[in-house]
């Protein structure tokens, strides 16, 4: 009976967190998760959001990196092609935040590929 | 951002401290005529080789220990992985990780008796366990982060041991001077650590520090052996230096990177007549495919690899020698 409650709760978790092929608004947009707030868009500041559809073509984005000193104001310029999904996080290379392409290899598991540095980061204390 | 770690750091020591209250120490050697061997020592020497095996943050190691009195033989190693996960509209991120842990120990000594005889003791000690952990990290800034954890593991340890020389009465009632004890000892450990990791890039080369303090609770319960009927805290520091840099080797559009590290981990609650010895020193070397996928895509893994390691110490000879995954 344990196993079997024990077998069903990993299933679940593991069925409920396969990863999922990225839904597009259409074929020419890339869309872009981040795990850290996004606060302007081609030079328009927007409300923090983590997830945006994009225009193909070049685009320029700031997202933020939050420390308990400052935060790091970080800005990407690249070409977005379409029907091609983004992602921006940490991994502790040289800048706060890197964007990599991302690219659902199965149900089980993504790959980060292309990684992008930002133009830079700009750094603003916390008060 | 401190406030927030003094305010964890109590919860992590009454969490600990509730684990703390279960099992009273019993002493009665099933040994008799060693005293020279307290029941002290043998819950000392099983707590420590016990910890040294499934304590977080070790890694893997094989060693030849060579005191006065004493020549072992211990390995230990870990299949496991660890990785911090975003949580979004918050500074701090978690830590999480999972671990199967296992390890060996062959101890050969000799004493003399109450009865005046010399007697050879031929201890091989061998454990397994799980290991869980929970926690979060506090990045201060770019470069340096705070991360303090909860790890929960459960063991099961196993001791046989040869005593040659001693007349001791066999099961089936005839005295005999070769006897073998075999028992078995549950045990289940908290541990609550926190590192502190420094990080800083030059070129394409990356410099890691990192000290770390782990704080352990042991609670062994054994049928066999009333003598490990007991419970301990103890405490490991460690420091670690890393540095890496990028190869020309490419896999799949993904790099290779190749490190030397040091390490020097220091068991601050353990006598030398424990193990033969308290502290340890690592140098090694390893490279790693930088993978980069997300599992289930929830969190990164970023590289597998190999290294090879050096360990010295007083008394102490080893390597370390296996798989990382980061």
């Known amino acids: 009976m344990n196993m079997r409650i024990i077998l069903f709760i990993s299933s679940s978790l593991l069925l409920g967190s396969c990863v999922q092929a990225p839904i597009f608004k259409d074929a020419d947009h890339a869309l872009i998760t981040s795990n850290y707030p996004i606060i302007s868009i081609n030079g328009v500041g927007i409300e923090d959001t983590y997830k945006l559809d994009l225009d193909t073509g070049e685009n320029t984005l700031v997202i933020v990196y939050h420390t308990y000193s400052k935060d790091y104001h970080c800005t990407f310029t690249w070409t977005a092609e379409a029907a091609t999904a983004y992602e921006v996080t940490d991994q502790e290379n040289r800048y706060p935040l890197t964007l990599y392409r991302w690219i659902r290899k199965n149900s089980l598991w993504a790959v980060r590929l292309n990684p992008i540095d930002p133009l830079a980061c700009s750094i603003v204390s916390r008060e | ?326």
Not at chain 2, 121 to 133: A, I
Not at chain 2, 262 to 270: A, Q, Y
């Open chain 2, 1 to 326: 951002m401190f406030c927030i770690v003094r305010n964890f750091l109590p919860v992590l020591l009454l969490l600990l401290a509730v684990f703390a209250n279960v099992t009273s120490v019993q002493a009665a050697s099933i040994v008799p005529d060693l005293s020279t061997i307290s029941d002290s020592d043998i819950r000392n020497s099983a707590i420590a080789f016990v910890s040294t095996s499934t304590t977080p943050g070790l890694s893997g190691a094989v060693l030849d220990v060579n005191t006065d009195n004493q020549d072992s033989k211990q390995w230990r190693s870990s299949l496991g992985f660890s990785a911090e996960f975003t949580i979004r509209k918050h500074i701090f991120n978690g830590y999480w990780g999972l671990a199967i842990v296992g390890g060996s120990l062959e101890n050969m000594f000799s004493v003399i008796s109450d009865t005046g005889d010399q007697v050879k003791l031929d201890v091989t000690r061998d454990v397994v366990g799980v290991r869980g952990s929970l926690g979060l990290s506090f990045p201060i800034n770019q470069h340096f982060k705070l991360r303090p954890f909860l790890s929960l593991g459960v063991s099961n340890l196993r001791t046989v041991t040869i005593i040659d020389g001693l007349t001791l009465t066999d099961p089936s009632g005839n005295p005999s001077t070769l006897t073998t004890l075999d028992t078995r000892a549950d045990m289940a450990s908290t541990t609550g650590t926190v590192d502190a990791i420094y990080s800083r890039w030059f070129n394409d080369n990356r410099l890691e520090l990192m000290a770390g303090y782990n704080l352990n609770y042991t609670d062994s319960i054994s049928g066999d052996d009333s003598v490990l009927n007991t419970n301990a805290w103890n405490q490991t520091a460690m420091i670690k230096v890393r540095y890496s840099g990028k190869t020309n080797l490419v896999t799949d559009g993904r790099l290779w990177r190749w490190n030397v590290y040091v390490d020097h981990t220091k068991f601050l609650s353990f006598d030398k007549a424990s193990l033969g010895y308290t502290g340890l020193f690592e140098i090694g070397t390893g490279i790693e495919w930088h993978m980069n996928i997300k599992p289930l895509n929830w969190f990164g893994w970023q590289s597998v690899g190999i290294n090879f390691g050096v360990i010295t110490s007083r008394n102490v000879e080893g390597y370390n020698f296996g798989l990382t995954a980061r």
